[in-house]
């Protein structure tokens, strides 16, 4: 599973506990915790059954993702080698067993009023990521990647595309670097079991877009190739609330993690 939760203490407060507890995962990434070790609220601390792992930003109240997994990786990384990416809390990659499980927080594009001026932050960030992940492809590795992309991929992917257009988010050079994970030999696994399915994983607060389904899909599963075999579902749970994103999931056979 995977859920931008949208500042973890808030999400706390609308049931984050309640919901880990049932949703039958084995490993759920968190994108947008905004949270630091000492401001876990008690919930997240009392957790039992769960390893639990978090990469804060720096910057107070930003950013952050965590990992909590019922078996506790086998290694976990956290750097991209770059400090102005690594200080935004954006990335963790896990192995356990014989997958991977990498969780990334993808920058949006837009600065302070919408100004866009985050969007070559955001392409190299994409790159940053792609490319450190090119060994374990090149390697042969079973591989996923969950978070929030912060990107349509494709006209289906949004209820809008010829209004934004100009957006971030939907811009072609952010679709154009999307696409090339699609070259690279990552699945969208959702769009791969679902090829014409319309269904958003994140709306905006205002004007009850979620109400009326006004919404984007910016939350995503890639699969390396050699963990594409062993995938058997993919979903986007909407019904989930808690933050203005809904999780994202991809099921994989057992076998995927041994040997």
């Known amino acids: 599973m995977s859920w931008n939760v949208n ?9 984050f506990a309640s919901w880990l507890g049932r949703c039958g995962a084995d ?3 968190v994108q947008e915790a905004r949270v630091t070790e000492e401001q876990l609220p008690p919930e997240v601390r009392r957790l039992r059954s769960w390893s639990f792992a978090l ?4 910057q107070p109240g930003y950013s952050g993702v965590a990992l909590l997994s019922r078996r506790p990786p086998d290694e976990l990384e956290i750097s991209l080698g770059a400090p102005r990416f690594d200080r935004e809390g954006r990335f963790q990659c896990a192995r356990i067993g014989r997958l991977w499980v990498v969780n990334s927080y993808f920058p949006s594009g837009n600065g302070k009023n919408y100004d866009l001026s985050r969007i ?3 392409l190299a960030y994409t790159r940053a990521v792609r490319r450190h992940l ?4 090149d390697a042969g590795e079973r591989v996923v ?6 990107t ?6 949004l209820a809008r595309p010829a209004q934004n257009k100009r957006s971030s988010g939907f811009r072609p050079e952010e679709r154009e670097e999307f696409d090339r994970w699609i070259q690279a030999g990552w699945t969208d696994t959702y769009r791969h079991l679902h090829p014409d399915e319309v269904r958003y994983s994140w709306w905006s607060q205002r004007a009850g877009c979620r109400e009326r389904n006004v919404g984007w899909r910016l939350d995503y599963a890639l699969v390396s190739p050699a963990a594409l075999p062993f995938v058997r579902g993919a979903e986007i749970h909407t019904r989930v609330k808690g933050s203005d994103h ?12 041994g040997d």
């Open 7 to 15: 500042g973890l203490r808030s999400c706390v407060q609308r049931g």
């Open 27 to 29: 490993v759920v990434a």
């Open 55 to 58: 990469h804060a930003a720096q």
């Open 120 to 122: 070559p932050y955001k």
């Open 134 to 137: 090119q060994r374990l492809l």
């Open 145 to 150: 990647i969950v978070g929030d992309f912060n």
């Open 152 to 157: 349509a991929r494709t006209p289906i992917d």
């Open 246 to 257: 809904c999780p994202v999931s991809v099921d994989f056979v057992p076998e995927v993690g």
